[in-house]
């Protein structure tokens, strides 16, 4: 039996090439490795953390825009989950993933005033994050969705700094890495969730072909984060 040059590739197949794209994920960045091998300064350390909290605190904003998007119930039911993970619930049992981030920056000796007034925030993280939001406010959903799937590739990053920050950076207080910590188990649920979408979704060989591109988007946004705190913290 011969099959048309332009089949689909099989889930399985589409889901390899999906996270064959962790070769260019941000873990790769020649500053994340001086970060998680202990060769960041204090100032670059806290460069960095000050910085990611604009992504941050425009995840939630992103993942209201994909519900705005979505016509389907289902999947809003469980995407709102996202927004309430990041922003907490107000007597919530947790305070959300920003708090969090906040925290850390205590932990760090950052101010919390300080992070939220986005003061050290650089011109070309500001640009990445907000073409992020940006895709996601006038994307089709599921789009979106499929750019969200670099969290395929988060758990094992927040493992390297659980396992190498206390050793290498004794000077942030360990309950400030709890974010990295609580994101572990999130970033697999959510995953799971986004991967279906997308499998579902992008079902002929140009639109799996357009989801890769989606995911390299994504990628070159958080290289490009870090291209930019490089720039701004050089060794
Ligand atoms: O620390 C990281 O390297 C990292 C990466 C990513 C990612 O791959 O987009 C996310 C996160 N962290 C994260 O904490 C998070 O909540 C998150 C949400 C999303 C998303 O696209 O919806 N990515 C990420």
Same mark, same amino acid.
Request: hydrophobic share 40%.
């Given at each position: 039996?011969?099959?048309?040059?332009?089949?689909?590739?099989?889930?399985?197949?589409?889901?390899?090439?999906?996270?064959?794209?962790?070769?260019?994920?941000?873990? #790769?960045?020649?500053?994340?490795?001086?970060?998680?091998?202990?060769?960041?300064?204090?100032?670059?350390?806290?460069?960095?953390?000050?910085?990611?909290?604009?992504?941050?605190?425009?995840?939630?904003?992103?993942?209201?825009?994909?519900?705005?998007?979505?016509?389907?119930?289902?999947?809003?039911?469980?995407?709102?989950?996202?927004?309430?993970? #990041?922003?907490?619930?107000?007597?919530?049992?947790?305070?959300?993933?920003?708090?969090?981030?906040?925290?850390?920056?205590?932990?760090?000796?950052?101010?919390?005033?300080?992070?939220?007034?986005?003061?050290?925030?650089?011109?070309?993280?500001?640009?990445?994050?907000?073409?992020?939001?940006?895709?996601?406010?006038?994307?089709?959903?599921?789009?979106?969705?499929?750019?969200?799937?670099?969290?395929?590739?988060?758990?094992?990053?927040?493992?390297?700094?659980?396992?190498?920050?206390?050793?290498?950076?004794?000077?942030?207080?360990?309950?400030?890495?709890?974010?990295?910590?609580?994101?572990?188990?999130?970033?697999?649920?959510?995953?799971?969730?986004?991967?279906?979408?997308?499998?579902?979704?992008?079902?002929?060989?140009?639109?799996?072909?357009?989801?890769?591109?989606?995911?390299?988007?994504?990628?070159?946004?958080?290289?490009?984060?870090?291209?930019?705190?490089?720039?701004?913290?050089?060794?």
């Amino acid at each position: 039996m011969s099959y048309p040059a332009t089949a689909p590739w099989t889930r399985g197949e589409f889901e390899e090439r999906l996270r064959d794209k962790s070769r260019g994920y941000h873990i #790769h960045h020649p500053f994340n490795v001086r970060l998680n091998g202990g060769l960041c300064s204090p100032d670059q350390v806290r460069g960095w953390i000050a910085n990611r909290f604009y992504y941050q605190s425009l995840i939630p904003r992103k993942d209201a825009a994909i519900l705005l998007n979505c016509d389907d119930r289902a999947t809003r039911r469980l995407w709102v989950q996202r927004i309430l993970d #990041h922003d907490g619930v107000p007597g919530g049992e947790s305070a959300g993933g920003i708090e969090a981030w906040v925290r850390l920056g205590s932990a760090a000796g950052i101010p919390p005033g300080e992070l939220w007034s986005l003061q050290h925030v650089v011109p070309g993280v500001r640009f990445a994050c907000d073409a992020y939001l940006d895709f996601a406010r006038r994307s089709p959903w599921q789009e979106a969705v499929c750019a969200s799937l670099t969290e395929m590739f988060a758990p094992r990053i927040h493992q390297d700094r659980l396992a190498g920050w206390p050793e290498h950076y004794p000077w942030i207080a360990p309950e400030g890495l709890a974010y990295f910590r609580s994101r572990i188990p999130l970033a697999r649920r959510d995953v799971e969730h986004g991967l279906a979408v997308t499998l579902d979704h992008f079902d002929t060989l140009e639109r799996q072909q357009r989801a890769l591109g989606i995911l390299q988007f994504k990628l070159d946004i958080l290289w490009a984060m870090l291209d930019a705190i490089e720039r701004a913290y050089p060794a």
